[in-house]
């Protein structure tokens, strides 16, 4: 090396400036994994704000003689001097920018490398979060601001100003060590000092965070409820509301504080819409709920089949046609184009729209009945038409006597008329008094008598002919069904129908409900307006359509619902017999969720079921999660397998004795897979 190389080369401890494209990264460096493009981003807004706040620990670049090339190598600081490529890369300085440097050539450069990284200690997250805080209260930086100058982002930046406006007292909590971070996010959820605290002291052996957030969200509504999605962000800020938000986790929206207020918008809501409904469509009342009134007690009637007019006809005819054009030129398509995927759903909606007129109430019905406005269960607005009060009902025409021998009407009670003397029922004891009185109507004890002959002779008749006793059991059922009150049917037989929606929560809302609901609707539709026109109706009924209203009929009285005092293992066998005979399966309609079943079971049922539908190696990656994250990432997995819990599992033939069991051996059977099945 010559004096004159050996010159130019600073001194150890030297403090000189060097221009960027100068340094080089040291293969000294301890530090084998790089920085990550965050880290790198960090430092580059932070330069840009303030400075490079720490000199860079360089080492001159040597030849294998000795001579000094111009170049140093970085061996503190090397995340700065990527930080400032990156900034000449975006042409915020230049390659050439002088960068502060201290030279070390007394110290090994891979020990002080790895000095840097080890021997230090960051400050505790709670002083950092604090310290966010001061920035935004003392010097007024919002968090854009605060983000640029840090690289951040914004939304990290509110996070940390989140937890620096958490109680003080559990913040020294957290200091001590007694709170671990994702609880002091849960309670970070609102800035309440009061609540946060209160919530603290209510807290028992179970502490994790989703368990401290459901506790200061439990009086508020989520964004996602069908409330707060019925009146919409918007309109509930507009009117003073306020939302929680939770910045730590995925809230769908937040959370509505003011729930009397939501629900005063909603009432409000549905009753404006109620109002459209009446004025549009000539209702005599409508009434709003929150739920359907299952208990409301008033007849229905449904509309009637009409024939479209002519120019909704055209207008269906050509819709149609442009449908079947459409299907055929795009018949071998894979993959439809977003426009004509688009035509297809508006062609199908006008469809929809005008088939939907096949059905019309008679205006004299609409004008004597009402609507319930309800709230859907997905937010929606729900309207459920024509129900008739008792005052509005038509006057029920005056009975006649059911005698066919021409004895004529009788005017009293519903056992026979009222003899002149005001004795009913006494019979006279010789001929005088009827040869006085030839129109005297049939004393009760003979009209009785006469009629249970007639029951008699009904009953064998009716044994022999198979036909005519369906088309007797659906009358008189469809009678009690259809028309609420109406007193037509000659077979003593009552459809007892229980109430599923007591039983479960918004059950009439699922696709099953809805279905029924449905195909309830279709056959309400054909039924005559007069009762006493019915059983002609279900007389020219073809066979097939006759079987199918006698099926539907006979399926309202179904009960296979299992209550917790209820001791009935034949009826839940034949509940079993029942649900193979019609090959039910229920994955048709019915899915494990969060709501459903997963988050109403042990952690223990959920492991069990993914176990058993998925794999142990499934249910053993989750055996430590939280309950609720357990639930939801179990729907996941189930969602693609046909995984039902016991209960729902239809009997497979296969698995059934050859021989038929006795009715104690089928009790206890049956006794034991349902013990374990309501575990």
Same mark, same amino acid.
């Given at each position: 090396?010559?004096? +004159?190389?050996?010159?130019?080369?600073?001194?150890?401890?030297?403090?000189?400036?060097?221009?960027?494209? #100068?340094?080089?990264?040291?293969?000294?460096?301890?530090?084998?994994?790089?920085?990550?493009?965050?880290?790198?981003?960090?430092?580059?807004?932070?330069?840009?704000?303030?400075?490079?706040?720490?000199?860079?620990?360089?080492?001159?670049?040597?030849?294998?003689?000795?001579?000094?090339?111009?170049?140093?190598?970085?061996?503190?600081?090397?995340?700065?001097?990527?930080?400032?490529?990156?900034?000449?890369?975006? #042409?915020?300085?230049?390659?050439?920018?002088?960068?502060?440097?201290?030279?070390?050539?007394?110290?090994?450069?891979?020990?002080?490398?790895?000095?840097?990284?080890?021997?230090?200690?960051?400050?505790?997250?709670?002083?950092?979060?604090?310290?966010?805080? +001061?920035?935004?209260?003392?010097?007024?930086?919002?968090?854009?601001?605060?983000?640029?100058?840090?690289?951040?982002?914004?939304?990290?930046?509110?996070?940390?100003?989140?937890?620096?406006?958490?109680?003080?007292?559990?913040?020294?909590?957290?200091?001590?060590?007694?709170?671990?971070?994702?609880?002091?996010?849960?309670?970070?959820?609102?800035?309440?000092?009061?609540?946060?605290?209160?919530?603290?002291?209510?807290?028992?052996?179970?502490?994790?965070?989703?368990?401290?957030?459901?506790?200061?969200?439990?009086?508020?509504?989520?964004?996602?409820?069908?409330?707060?999605?019925?009146?919409?962000?918007?309109?509930?800020?507009?009117?003073?509301?306020?939302?929680?938000?939770?910045?730590?986790?995925?809230?769908?929206?937040?959370?509505?504080?003011?729930?009397?207020?939501?629900?005063?918008?909603?009432?409000?809501?549905?009753?404006?819409?109620?109002?459209?409904?009446?004025?549009?469509?000539?209702?005599?009342?409508?009434?709003?709920?929150?739920?359907?009134?299952?208990?409301?007690?008033?007849?229905?009637?449904?509309?009637?089949?009409?024939?479209?007019?002519?120019?909704?006809?055209?207008?269906?005819?050509?819709?149609?046609?442009?449908?079947?054009?459409?299907?055929?030129?795009?018949?071998?398509?894979?993959?439809?184009?977003?426009?004509?995927?688009?035509?297809?759903?508006?062609?199908?909606?006008?469809?929809?729209?005008?088939?939907? #007129?096949?059905?019309?109430?008679?205006?004299?019905?609409?004008?004597?009945?009402?609507?319930?406005?309800?709230?859907?269960?997905?937010?929606?607005?729900?309207?459920?038409?024509?129900?008739?009060?008792?005052?509005?009902?038509?006057?029920?025409?005056?009975?006649?006597?059911?005698?066919?021998?021409?004895?004529?009407?009788?005017?009293?009670?519903?056992?026979?008329?009222?003899?002149?003397?005001?004795?009913?029922?006494?019979?006279?004891?010789?001929?005088?008094?009827?040869?006085?009185?030839?129109?005297?109507?049939?004393?009760?004890?003979?009209?009785?008598?006469?009629?249970?002959?007639?029951?008699?002779?009904?009953?064998?008749?009716?044994?022999?002919?198979?036909?005519?006793?369906?088309?007797?059991?659906?009358?008189?059922?469809?009678?009690?069904?259809?028309?609420?009150?109406?007193?037509?049917?000659?077979?003593?037989?009552?459809?007892?129908?229980?109430?599923?929606?007591?039983?479960?929560?918004?059950?009439?809302?699922?696709?099953?409900?809805?279905?029924?609901?449905?195909?309830?609707?279709?056959?309400?539709?054909?039924?005559?307006?007069?009762?006493?026109?019915?059983?002609?109706?279900?007389?020219?009924?073809?066979?097939?359509?006759?079987?199918?209203?006698?099926?539907?009929?006979?399926?309202?009285?179904?009960?296979?619902?299992?209550?917790?005092?209820?001791?009935?293992?034949?009826?839940?066998?034949?509940?079993?017999?029942?649900?193979?005979?019609?090959?039910?399966?229920?994955?048709?309609?019915?899915?494990?969720?969060?709501?459903?079943?997963?988050?109403?079971?042990?952690?223990?049922?959920?492991?069990?079921?993914?176990?058993?539908?998925?794999?142990?190696?499934?249910?053993?990656?989750?055996?430590?999660?939280?309950?609720?994250?357990?639930?939801?990432?179990?729907?996941?997995?189930?969602?693609?397998?046909?995984?039902?819990?016991?209960?729902?599992?239809?009997?497979?033939?296969?698995?059934?004795?050859?021989?038929?069991?006795?009715?104690?051996?089928?009790?206890?059977?049956?006794?034991?897979?349902?013990?374990?099945?309501?575990?």
């Amino acid at each position: 090396m010559s004096a +004159k190389n050996v010159e130019i080369v600073p001194q150890s401890g030297t403090e000189i400036f060097i221009p960027l494209n #100068k340094l080089k990264k040291s293969p000294k460096n301890a530090r084998k994994t790089p920085h990550s493009d965050a880290s790198i981003e960090a430092y580059a807004a932070s330069i840009a704000a303030k400075g490079i706040l720490q000199n860079l620990v360089v080492e001159p670049e040597l030849e294998a003689d000795g001579v000094a090339t111009g170049f140093y190598f970085v061996t503190i600081g090397e995340g700065r001097r990527l930080a400032q490529l990156l900034r000449v890369k975006r #042409k915020e300085i230049k390659k050439t920018e002088p960068i502060r440097c201290v030279i070390d050539t007394a110290n090994d450069a891979f020990e002080i490398s790895l000095d840097e990284n080890v021997t230090r200690e960051n400050m505790h997250p709670a002083d950092q979060f604090e310290a966010f805080k +001061k920035l935004a209260e003392d010097r007024g930086f919002g968090a854009e601001e605060i983000a640029a100058r840090f690289g951040v982002t914004p939304h990290v930046v509110r996070q940390r100003l989140r937890l620096g406006a958490v109680s003080p007292k559990l913040m020294e909590i957290y200091r001590n060590g007694d709170l671990a971070l994702d609880q002091l996010m849960a309670f970070a959820i609102t800035e309440d000092h009061a609540r946060q605290e209160a919530a603290y002291e209510r807290l028992s052996f179970n502490r994790d965070a989703s368990t401290i957030r459901r506790m200061l969200t439990e009086t508020h509504v989520a964004a996602t409820d069908r409330r707060a999605i019925f009146v919409g962000v918007e309109k509930y800020t507009e009117v003073g509301g306020t939302i929680l938000r939770d910045l730590f986790t995925e809230d769908r929206g937040g959370y509505f504080e003011d729930v009397a207020l939501l629900d005063m918008l909603v009432m409000a809501k549905l009753g404006r819409e109620a109002n459209v409904v009446m004025d549009a469509e000539g209702w005599k009342w409508a009434q709003v709920f929150l739920e359907y009134p299952h208990s409301h007690g008033l007849r229905r009637i449904y509309p009637q089949a009409v024939e479209l007019s002519a120019e909704d006809q055209a207008a269906l005819d050509a819709v149609k046609s442009e449908l079947d054009s459409l299907t055929q030129q795009h018949e071998g398509d894979e993959e439809l184009a977003d426009e004509v995927d688009a035509r297809f759903g508006e062609l199908e909606a006008e469809i929809e729209r005008l088939e939907a #007129k096949r059905l019309a109430y008679d205006p004299a019905d609409i004008a004597r009945c009402g609507t319930f406005v309800i709230l859907n269960h997905d937010g929606t607005l729900r309207i459920e038409r024509g129900f008739v009060k008792a005052e509005d009902e038509k006057p029920e025409p005056e009975a006649h006597s059911v005698s066919e021998e021409g004895e004529g009407a009788h005017t009293g009670n519903e056992n026979g008329a009222t003899a002149p003397n005001g004795e009913a029922g006494k019979e006279s004891s010789d001929g005088e008094d009827e040869d006085a009185d030839g129109h005297k109507p049939l004393s009760d004890i003979l009209i009785r008598d006469l009629t249970a002959h007639r029951t008699l002779g009904l009953r064998l008749a009716l044994s022999e002919q198979p036909e005519v006793a369906i088309v007797a059991v659906t009358h008189a059922l469809s009678a009690q069904i259809f028309y609420r009150g109406a007193d037509a049917h000659v077979l003593d037989i009552r459809p007892v129908s229980v109430m599923l929606a007591s039983h479960a929560d918004r059950i009439e809302d699922s696709k099953s409900g809805k279905a029924w609901a449905d195909h309830h609707a279709r056959w309400a539709a054909q039924m005559p307006r007069d009762v006493s026109d019915l059983w002609a109706f279900v007389g020219e009924l073809d066979h097939d359509s006759r079987m199918a209203l006698f099926a539907h009929c006979i399926a309202l009285t179904v009960n296979a619902v299992k209550l917790p005092m209820e001791r009935k293992p034949r009826a839940m066998a034949t509940a079993d017999r029942l649900a193979e005979a019609v090959s039910l399966d229920m994955t048709a309609h019915w899915r494990p969720t969060a709501r459903t079943y997963l988050g109403r079971v042990t952690k223990t049922h959920i492991l069990d079921a993914v176990r058993g539908a998925v794999s142990d190696e499934a249910a053993t990656r989750m055996a430590d999660m939280k309950k609720q994250d357990m639930a939801e990432a179990a729907e996941q997995l189930l969602a693609a397998t046909d995984w039902l819990p016991a209960l729902m599992r239809t009997p497979r033939a296969a698995q059934e004795c050859t021989e038929e069991p006795q009715a104690d051996a089928v009790t206890e059977t049956n006794r034991d897979a349902y013990s374990v099945a309501a575990e």
